[in-house]
């Protein structure tokens, strides 16, 4: 199975901030990847896929970058809308998997 | 519009099994494979496996949940379920259904508003 690293697990910042978390998968998987938002009580919401593919209606402010084994979720200014925890999954193989979640809270 | 509604909470005895349901409108349901993920209370996602509702093929399943769960399909309803059985404390959780798009395994581009199975004695 192929296992998926988030760094870092909590991130503090502020609105305006530029963030950025990283995401290492344990063997390539081309770009087969995408990002999730979850708020509390909520089922996630689909960001990026395939890597940098900004999905409909997600302000641009968001963006990924990367392939292979390494990725990153890049956001540009930080909105008080945005804290919240984020996650990376490898659609590679028939088996998906997850990283385990980088929760961004208010400094 | 494309939702997956999903079957309310459940409380359950440890070594019961819950089948948790999850419709699909405003697409048709064997054009996207479906899959199961849980969340456990302060934890991150788990992935339970996979059914593409038009195959006569078997669905996939994670090998930790092998032997426990059942996955099937009824299109005539549009509905997955999900059964998981022997159920102890560690999967009280929140599980959801999600749909692939782009992939057989992702990314998930709509998911199931998640359903609390709660499992104690």
């Known amino acids: 199975d192929i296992q998926m690293t988030q760094s870092p697990s909590t991130l503090s910042a502020s609105v305006g901030d530029r963030v950025t978390i990283t995401c290492r998968a344990s063997?390539?998987?081309?770009?087969?990847l995408a990002w999730y938002q979850q708020k509390p009580g909520k089922a996630p919401n689909l960001l990026i896929y395939?890597?940098?593919t900004l999905e409909s209606g997600v302000p641009s402010r968001f963006s990924g970058s990367g392939s292979g084994t390494e990725f990153t979720l890049t956001i540009s200014s930080l909105q008080p809308d945005d804290f919240a925890t984020y996650y990376c999954?490898?659609?590679?193989?028939?088996?998906?998997?997850f990283g385990q979640g980088t929760r961004v809270e208010i400094k | 519009q494309v939702q997956l509604v999903q079957s309310g909470t459940e409380v359950k005895k440890p070594g019961a099994s819950v089948k948790v349901s999850c419709q699909a409108s405003?697409?048709?349901?064997?054009?996207?494979?479906i899959h199961w993920v849980r969340q456990a209370p302060g934890q991150g996602l788990e992935w339970l496996g996979l059914?593409?509702?038009?195959?006569?093929?078997?669905?996939i399943y994670a090998q930790t949940f092998q032997g426990r769960v059942t996955m099937t399909a009824d299109t005539s309803t549009s509905t997955v379920y999900m059964e998981l059985s022997s159920l102890r404390s560690e999967d009280t959780a929140v599980y959801y259904c999600?749909?692939?798009?782009?992939?057989?395994?992702?990314?998930?581009?709509?998911w199931g508003q998640g359903t609390l199975v709660t499992v104690s004695s």
């Open positions: 999600a749909r692939a798009r782009l992939r057989a395994a992702g990314p998930f581009d709509f």
């Open positions: 405003g697409y048709p349901l064997t054009s996207y494979y």
């Open positions: 059914i593409n509702p038009s195959s006569g093929g078997g669905p």
């Open positions: 063997q390539n998987i081309n770009n087969w």
């Open positions: 395939k890597a940098s």
């Open positions: 999954q490898q659609f590679s193989s028939y088996s998906p998997s």
